[in-house]
């Protein structure tokens, strides 16, 4: 369900390769494999130095990097790269997991970071952020999804003419997920860039947020544009499936 | 005990090095001893010669030789057993007065002492091992006198004292010797029981304890076996701390995978649309035990303390009031009321992430347990030092008995077990974190309801900033 939604959303982008460099077999399989799923090209590697080769001779779209490689380490790779001029976006994979092995790999050059053990659904919705990051660089004002309208200069939504009135939280979070229109975003995704801070819920109080936020974006309209993908978290996006997408 | 074990045992080679080195400094002070009296013993006797030759020659001077002669002719009546031997022979070496016959031949010129062994047995007759000390003078008309003294008392004491100090050193060896083996044997059995007992102990019985001696001496030996037992009493309770936890950890987590696998069972039996909310159903099992293993993760990973470049200097009310805004909408729809009482700003240096988390899961209880349309307060008490955060609702509270339970990984009250979800390390986590930060938990009555009081320096205690703080502050 989460990964059928995930991927439609990821139709046309066939010709996007990533670069999967994990020691773990197991974990290898079952990233490959998701990726493949969701119609990405990928190529793997099971060393820090056979994956920095083929970082750094091949164009990919995106790298996930496992933080512990036999050979040389993820950090050690992204930090090469970086020191030659290559941006590739790069997601680390870590089991560490604390704040401060964030801050490291962050530090690093990474673009985002994943604490093992995950869920694929996660790593997904990540990796999509990554690659949209890449091309959407230019600084935007205004955000259009269907017939809502973000003003990010003068804080208004309007969905339909219609004015909606939001809370700053709750703009905060229209606007990443306005941002990401058509992505999966994850609930820790959320609380990293809309609450900013790295922790786990125990409860559904971002469920409870995206609730509130669509009482006033999709109460009064026949079109719901804000979906829950099960499994995975929350999409914004156009109203009707479009299956020439 | 067979003697070659006893040669090897460690103690005995410390009790023979330490009788040899003791022996050796008892020589060398011997030595020196042996040496200081007979250097004494002569330098007295060579002032005596001297003093009689001043004299005589004094008496020279103003009488000649015959007074001379006449004067050593007393000397010689005077003293029965000779005390000292005089010779005064004439320029041709012929004899004038004393009581030795002949000049001897290695004795030089001048005011030099000479040994005369030799020269004196001959002309004294005496037995060969007299030794005899003496200094010959030469007067203005060609005569010469010899004074001399034989040393036989004191070289025999000396001997004596020698043959004594040796005899003493090879007695205090033997004895030493024998009573390193007895020790060494005493230290070798009381040692190889602690080595019995601990092997014991590590093939797996943690329940034995080494037996401490009968006799009731505090020594040091003593201390060590009490603090070895009081060590394996530590371990023990670690054990059955680690033992329970894991007991836990497999009950707690055994439930939901039972449950996710007998979804998985029954799904080839569900038709088409079933199957869809039994794969969400199991997604959201799944998300669970993974949120759950994560927060164990996590809290093992601040309580080992590793994770400290998460510290910056940050505004701890700010996190406070981000909580409590995060989790307002949850209150709402419980109809509380969150009454907070934060001062505008208490800066200090802490991991926000981590107590936005542990203020979240504190919170979060909070909202859980309060009933509906009740009431929490958030206070938090900003001093110089230190930083006072309250969390209080009108929930069923927690039992005194089980205040200090409940920050056990997994504790759960009974009462909230069947009643509220949640997985039994929400608190476990703030107590880590707590500790993280040199802080402390307090759980108390808030009749009703439970109140729980953190207190938080709000500078690290100890100098481990260097890293945090040159971290861009996120």
Redesign the interface.
Known sequence: ??VQAAQRCVQGANEMRILVIEDDASVQEYIVRGLRESGFTVDQACDGKQGLLRASTEDYDALVVDRMLPGMDGLSIIRTLRGADNHTPALILSA?????DR??GL?AGGDDYL?K???FAELLARIEVLLRRKDASSAVTRLRVADLEMDLLSHKVVRAGRALNLQP?EFRLLEYLMKHAGQVVTRTMLLENV?????????N?ID??IS?LRQKLDKEFDRPLLKTV??AGYMLDEPEPDPAR | MNPSRILHAETFRYAVLYLTGVSLAVFVVLAIGYGWVTFGYFRDLNALIGAEQEALARVQAEGGRSATAAAIGERVQAAGVPRLFYLLVDAEGGKVAGNLSRWPERIGEGKEWVGLEHALEEVTGAPAAIDFIGSGRHFDDGSRLLVARHYKDISEFLRLALTVLLQAMLATIIVGAIGAALLSMRLKRLISEVNDSIATILAGDLSQRIPVLEDNRDDDFRRLIVNFNHMLDRIGQLMANLQQLSDNIAHDLRTPLTRLRNRIARLEFDDREAR?EA??GM??E??DL??T???L??IA??EAG?????FAPTDIALIVR?VC???E??AA?KHQTVCIDLPPACPGVF????L??AC??LL?NAI?YAPRDGHIEVTMRCAPETVELEFADDGPGIPPAERERVFERFYRVEASRSGY???G??LSLVRAVGNLHGGSIELGDNAPGLRVVMRLPRQPARGELTSAAA?PA?
């Open positions: 369900m989460g560490l997991g604390e704040v401060d801050v490291k530090k604490v053990p995950f869920a939280r609450w900013d801070y790295h922790f786990d819920p125990q409860t109080v409870v947020h509130r099960r499994g | 869809g794969v969400a997604l959201q799944s998300d993974l949120a293993f994560n927060a993760l996590r990973q601040i590793g994770a400290r470049s998460g981000d805004e995060f989790y909408p949850l729809e991991d926000r992430d981590l936005f988390q979240a899961n979060d859980k979800p949640g997985n390390l929400g971290a996120r």
